[in-house]
Each structure stands twice: as C-alpha cells, then as structure tokens.
C-alpha cells in the first residue's frame, strides 16, 4: 500500500547548527506539505509545496521537492531551541481522501 | 477565528465503556478529519466526513468506531466497549475544501487512556 517514509527518526543537535530531515513517498504526490508538532502539541502546518523541484524557504527553514515528486527535503539552518518538536510530512492518500503522514523526525536541541 | 475546538482534552475510560470524543471545525470549514497518534509514531487517518455525509471511514476499525457531522452540532468520534489498545491521542482536522490539496488545521486533540 501507499506509505511516506521519513527518516531519521530522531536527532539531537547542538544549538546552532544545521538539521536535515527527509521524505519518502511510495507514489507520485500531487503535492506535499509539512507540519510541525511541539511536544504535548498538535500538528501546526508549515508549508505545501506543489511543483516539482519546488524550493520554498520560511526564515531559517528550506523546503524542498523532488522532481519526481516522490521525495522532499526540510533543512533547518542554526537551529534555535525553538525548533523542538517532530515534523511530518503528508501528502494526499491514493483515495484522494485525507491525508498520509510519514511517522516523523523528532528533533531535540540542546543549547 | 476560533480555531479546531476539541473536547475533552484527557478522557479517562474503564474497560468496555464507551468514549465520545467532539469536535467542532473551524468556522467556514465543511470537510473533518479524524487521526490517530499512538506515541512516536505518525498521525493515522481514520475518517473523513461532510457535513452530514461519511466519506471516507477505510482508516477505522469496522467494529466499535463510529463518526458522524451532523447538520447541526460538533462531528463526535464514538468509541463503543473500549479496550487498552485504544489509548492514544485523537487528532481532528478541518479544512475549507476538498481534501489532500488543502492544507489541515489541526485541534489540541483528545488524550484517551484507558483504565
């Protein structure tokens, strides 16, 4: 079946620097968007991104997407300790319905 | 703008009692969505309903899970004869319009733990 794969699953840092997280589609995506969920929080969406190559940056954060719209990229630059939290990426289900969540990358930082 | 509202925010349920989990959508938005999230693992869907209309129920168990979205009042998720394996966090999300092109608002989510 359809799946988003990210990995890693975790990662530490240390303030300042750079974080690298990636997404996997099974399927070809009409598009697909980011979402970051602090810890004890609820999803708060980041971005979409619809065009392949696609490269839409907010601030420190770089969002890419993969010409075959089958994979993307969020790089955060000099990481802050606001940054904590796990981001997902989604993109649409095969049915055409909701959405499909990777699992996440969990990113702690330490100051 | 009042955001996704949800309640309650923690519920607390014995063995074989039944949980009702509200949600109320953003103002403006028709389309819910209701998601599962075991601890570290993603956001699971589970359902997707207009108003009044059970569009897509693949992600729920077939038996003991139920969704409505009335005409009037907040979409409730009903969970019937609850089992340990229940407990997660339930996420609604609502949006303007047709689904997968649109991004979600998501609510705080319900915490069910089960006694």
């Known amino acids: 079946g359809q799946q988003v794969m990210q990995i890693p699953q975790y990662q530490h840092v240390q303030e300042g620097e750079d974080f690298t997280t990636y997404c996997n589609s099974s399927?070809?995506?009409?598009?697909i968007q980011w979402y970051k969920q602090r810890p004890g929080g609820h999803p708060v969406f980041l971005i979409q991104?619809?065009?392949?190559?696609e490269v839409k940056k907010q601030k420190r954060l770089t969002f890419q997407f993969g010409e075959a719209k089958k994979n993307s990229s969020l790089h955060i630059t000099a990481t802050q300790t606001t940054d904590v939290g796990t981001y997902f990426c989604a993109g649409p289900r095969q049915a055409g319905t909701a959405l499909i969540f990777g699992k996440g990358t969990t990113l702690s930082v330490s100051s | 703008n009042a955001g996704v509202m949800q309640n309650p925010r923690h519920l607390v349920r014995r063995r074989g009692q039944e949980a009702r989990l509200r949600c109320s959508p953003m103002?403006?938005?028709?389309?819910v969505y209701w998601y599962r999230q075991l601890p570290e693992e993603g956001l699971k869907f589970m359902v997707y309903?207009?108003?009044?209309?059970?569009?897509?129920e693949s992600g729920m168990p077939k038996e003991r899970f139920s969704a409505e979205f009335p005409k009037e009042g907040p979409s409730i998720l009903r969970i019937q004869q609850v089992v340990r394996g229940d407990s997660a966090a339930y996420f609604c999300?609502?949006?303007?319009?047709?689904?997968?092109?649109?991004?979600?608002?998501f609510g705080d989510g319900t915490r069910l733990s089960i006694l």
């Open positions: 999300a609502s949006s303007p319009g047709a689904p997968g092109g649109q991004p979600q608002h």
């Open positions: 399927t070809t995506l009409s598009n």
């Open positions: 103002k403006g938005h028709s389309h």
């Open positions: 309903l207009q108003k009044e209309n059970i569009i897509d």
């Open positions: 991104l619809v065009k392949s190559g």
